[in-house]
C-alpha cells in the first residue's frame, strides 16, 4: 500500500532528487528554474519561439539507424534529414547532442564554425530534457556513431526543470533511485528509463492481441456502462459517487459481467469487453483499486470449453507478445507449453494437506473441525464453502507456479454459476493460477431465475448485515434471466496481472501508465 509520506521524508526526497542533479544544477529546484526562464527570456530575445506550433520531421532515430547500418566509419552522405527529440546529454560544449525520440538515440553533430550565428547563440541556451529538431546530412563518425552533421536546429519546447541523474562513483547517467517518484511523475520515469516504456508498449501489443484473437473468433466487443445502480458481478466494495441531476448515488462497475450476460440473452451469442473496473479495496503488488479487466460470454458453451479457449488465447498472446511459452518470471521459468493442468479445488487441497473435504461437502462442522485440525485459521461464521476457500488460499495457492486450471468451486462462494452436474455443493467454476496467482475465472453460467434469484437474495442478506464486498439484488438482471439466456460459458481475466507476467514486472504498478497512489 502507498505509504504516507512524513515531512521528514518528503524533505529527504527532495534532497535525494538534488544530489541527482547535474553539477551545474546542484543548486534548488527554484534557483534552477529561475536560470532556465532567464535563458527562456534571452531565447525570445533571439527571435525565437520557444513553444512552436508544428514541426516536420522526415525520420525516426531508428529508421536512420536501419536504413544506414551499413555505412561504413568516418563515411559521410549527401542525404538530408529532418530529426526530431528530446536532448538527454551533450558533450564538448554542445558539439555533440544525444537526441531520443520514442524509437531511440540518434547522434547530433554541430560544426560552429560553419554554423549561422543564431543557432551558435542559441546552443549554450539549450538544456537536458529541451526538445529540439535538426536537419542536417547523415554521416558516421570515425568511432562508428551514426550522426546528423547539423546545419539548422530548431527549439520545439524549452525544458524549465531538469531530468534527474543518478551519480555512481564518478559516473553519472539519467535516471531515478526513488520508487515512489517513479510511480508520482511517470512521465520523468518514461524519459530517464527505458524499461517502462518498453513494458507499455509491451501491454499496448498484448492488448491489441487479445482483441484481434477475440474479433477473428466472432467474438463483438461491447461497451457496458461504468456508473451503474447496482454494482454486481463479483464480491468486491464498489466505488460510490453521486449524480446531482438524478438525485442518486451511483456506483463504479466492479465488473462487466451481470450487463455482458444482458447483452447474451439479447441475442449476441459472442460478446466481450476490455476494459476498466473499480474495486474500492486494499493496494499491493497485485492490486490497483483500478485495473483492466477481460470478460467475454459465449452461449452454447461451458467452463471446460471456457478452459479451452483461455488456454489456446494465453498461448497465443505469449508467443505473439515475447516470443516463447517459456517466459522467466522473477527467476521461475514458466511452461505455458505443456498442456495445463485441471484439477478440482477439493483434490489440490488433499494434494498438498492430505485432508481430504470430498465426504463431508455438507457437514460444516466437519469441515471447520478438518480445517483447525491443520492449523488453518478460520471462523464458525465462515460458511463451508469459505471454510475450504480459506484453507486453499492459506496451504494451496501460492504452490501452484505452473498454470493449473483449479476447477469446482463450493457453491457459496459461487452465486453467479451453475452447480455441478455431478458432484453436490460444488459448482462448475475454474479459476486460472500461474506464479501462484489468479489469473481468470470463469463459470458454466447461471441460467436458471428462479436458482440466481435465492441466491442472489442470499447475498443481499448478507450484505445488509454488514458485508461490503456481498452481491446486490440486481433485480432487473433477474428480470432478465426469466426471459431466458441459453447455457453460456463465461471468463473474466485480471490483464494487468498477465502482462506482469508477460513482461516480467515485479509490481502492478509497473504496468499501468498511472497507478493510484496517496497524495503527499
Not at 535538426?134 to 531538469?162: C, D, F, M, N, Q
Not at 478452459?307 to 527467476?331: F, N, R, V, W
Not at 496451504?395 to 455441478?420: G, N, W
Amino acid at each position: 500500500m502507498a505509504r504516507l509520506i512524513a515531512p521528514l521524508v518528503i524533505f529527504k526526497e527532495i534532497l535525494d532528487m538534488t544530489t541527482q542533479l547535474p553539477p551545474s544544477e546542484t543548486e534548488s529546484p527554484s534557483r534552477i528554474k529561475e536560470q532556465r526562464l532567464q535563458k527562456l527570456e534571452k531565447i525570445k530575445n533571439l527571435g525565437i519561439e520557444p513553444y512552436p506550433y508544428k514541426f516536420n520531421r522526415t525520420h525516426k532515430a531508428h529508421e536512420l539507424q536501419d536504413k544506414y547500418k551499413d555505412l561504413s566509419n568516418g563515411q559521410e552522405t549527401n542525404d538530408q534529414v529532418i530529426v526530431s527529440g528530446r536532448v538527454h546529454n551533450e558533450r564538448n560544449d554542445w558539439v555533440f547532442i544525444d537526441l531520443y525520440d520514442d524509437s531511440g538515440k540518434i547522434q547530433l553533430y554541430c560544426d560552429k564554425e560553419k554554423l549561422d550565428k543564431k543557432i551558435t547563440d542559441l546552443l549554450p541556451l539549450l538544456d537536458k530534457g529541451d526538445h529540439i529538431g535538426a536537419t542536417g546530412i547523415v554521416r558516421r563518425t570515425p568511432r562508428g556513431e551514426l550522426s546528423v552533421k547539423v546545419s539548422e536546429i530548431t527549439l520545439l519546447s524549452k525544458s524549465l526543470l531538469p531530468l534527474p541523474e543518478i551519480i555512481e562513483g564518478k559516473r553519472r547517467h539519467l535516471g531515478i533511485h526513488d520508487i515512489e517518484i517513479r510511480y508520482r511523475q511517470r512521465y520523468l520515469d518514461l524519459i530517464v528509463n527505458p524499461t517502462p516504456k518498453e513494458t507499455l508498449k509491451k501491454r499496448a501489443k498484448i492488448i491489441s492481441g487479445i482483441r484481434n484473437y477475440l474479433d477473428n473468433k466472432g467474438f463483438i466487443e461491447i461497451d457496458t456502462p461504468v456508473l451503474q445502480v447496482e454494482a454486481g458481478g463479483a464480491e468486491a466494495r464498489p466505488f460510490v459517487t453521486h449524480h446531482n441531476a438524478l438525485g442518486i448515488d451511483l456506483y463504479l462497475r466492479i465488473a462487466t459481467e451481470l450487463h455482458l450476460k444482458r447483452l447474451v440473452v439479447g441475442g449476441f451469442e459472442k460478446v466481450y469487453e476490455l476494459g476498466r473496473v473499480f474495486r474500492n479495496e486494499g493496494i499491493s503488488t497485485k492490486h490497483n483499486p483500478e485495473f483492466t479487466s477481460l470478460e467475454l460470454y459465449q452461449a452454447y458453451v461451458d467452463y471446460n470449453d471456457m478452459m479451452d479457449l483461455t488456454e489456446d488465447l494465453t498461448k497465443s498472446i505469449c508467443l505473439d507478445a515475447i516470443g516463447t511459452l517459456h517466459p522467466e518470471y522473477q527467476g521461475k521459468n514458466l511452461d505455458l507449453e505443456t498442456p495445463w493442468r485441471r484439477v478440482s479445488m477439493i483434490d489440490l487441497i488433499k494434494e498438498y494437506t492430505k485432508v481430504d473435504f470430498s465426504n463431508c461437502l455438507e457437514d460444516k462442522q466437519s469441515v471447520y473441525t478438518l480445517a483447525k485440525q491443520i492449523g488453518v485459521k478460520v471462523d464458525e461464521s465462515f460458511s463451508l464453502g469459505e471454510i475450504i476457500t480459506e484453507v486453499f488460499e492459506e496451504r494451496v495457492e501460492s504452490k501452484l507456479i505452473q498454470p493449473t486450471f483449479v476447477m469446482d468451486y463450493p457453491l457459496e462462494i459461487s452465486p453467479l454459476a451453475k452447480k455441478h452436474r455431478s458432484k453436490k455443493s460444488l459448482v462448475e467454476r475454474f479459476e486460472l493460477y500461474i506464479n501462484g496467482w489468479e489469473i481468470a475465472n470463469s463459470f458454466s453460467e447461471l441460467t436458471d431465475p428462479l436458482d440466481q434469484r435465492n441466491r442472489l437474495e442470499e447475498q443481499a442478506k448478507k450484505k445488509a448485515a454488514g458485508d461490503h464486498e456481498a452481491h446486490p439484488l440486481d433485480i432487473d438482471f433477474i428480470t432478465a434471466l426469466e426471459y431466458g439466456l441459453p447455457p453460456t460459458g463465461g471468463l473474466g481475466i485480471g490483464i494487468d496481472r498477465l502482462i506482469m507476467l508477460l513482461t516480467n514486472s515485479a509490481s502492478i504498478r509497473d504496468v499501468i501508465a498511472f497507478p493510484t497512489m496517496k497524495p503527499i
